[in-house]
Antibody, heavy 121, light 107 residues
């Protein structure tokens, strides 16, 4: 079965750091571009970061650029999101999502169940 | 960034009804539009991409149409499993952006 499983969500104080992980299985992880998408409580979806299949190309939404870093370890079928300088507005469920094709601009055909990040003092 | 506006925000319908959701883009996105279904507590599920291409396994009662700036998702005969929130997404311009969602409720 093709699936993505996120972990690492937690309650953090503003200014803190957190690392999210996402493990893929049931498909050739190294062949797919990957993304992080978040959803604040009761709100819509926000794309926040992309990484190419090789890991050599990354992109970020303005809201997280300079604070978050996306990376991947294809040998271990893993995707990461290092989150620094956390703010209250980063509170959300964070999903990892697989791109349908090999493109930065693509819909997302496989999603994880999400992991909740709460930023509060 | 491209703004995606969905209407209505909430829709009440009966099982068996034909339902249409509209998504408008702030500028032309040709046909690079996707639709997702999300149920409470679950991840979004890709229904349609490139405006009208049904994702594998999605029932044929779902269809998409449109081009340029105006797009629609139609459910030909609403089923109990279809009560959910639906999001459109443009992926013509970086960054990709989503509509605010349309909640389909039971009438």
């Amino acid at each position: 079965e093709v699936q993505l499983v996120e972990s690492g969500g937690d309650l953090k104080k503003p200014g803190g750091s957190l690392r999210l992980s996402c493990v893929g299985s049931g498909f050739t992880f190294s062949s797919f571009e990957m993304n992080w998408v978040r959803q604040a409580p009761g709100k819509g979806l926000e794309w926040i970061s992309y990484i190419s299949s090789s890991g050599t190309s990354t992109f970020y939404a303005d809201s997280v650029r300079g604070r978050f870093v996306i990376s991947r370890d294809n040998a271990n079928n893993s995707l990461y999101l290092q989150m620094n300088s956390l703010r209250a507005e980063d509170t959300a469920v964070y999903y990892c999502a697989r791109a349908l094709r090999a493109s930065l601009l693509d819909p997302f055909d496989i999603w994880g169940l999400g992991t909740l990040v709460t930023v509060s003092s | 960034d491209i703004q995606m506006t969905q209407s209505p925000s909430t829709l009440s319908a009966f099982v068996g009804d034909r339902v249409t959701i509209t998504c408008r883009a702030s500028q032309t996105i040709t046909d690079w539009l996707a639709w997702y279904q999300q149920k409470p507590g679950l991840a979004p599920k890709l229904l349609i991409h490139k405006t009208s291409t049904l994702q594998s396994g999605v029932p044929s009662r779902f269809s998409g149409s449109g081009s340029g700036t105006e797009f629609t998702l139609t459910i030909s005969s609403l089923q109990p499993d279809d009560f959910a929130t639906y999001y459109c997404q443009q992926y013509n311009f970086y960054p990709c952006t989503f509509g605010q969602g349309t909640k389909v409720e039971i009438k």
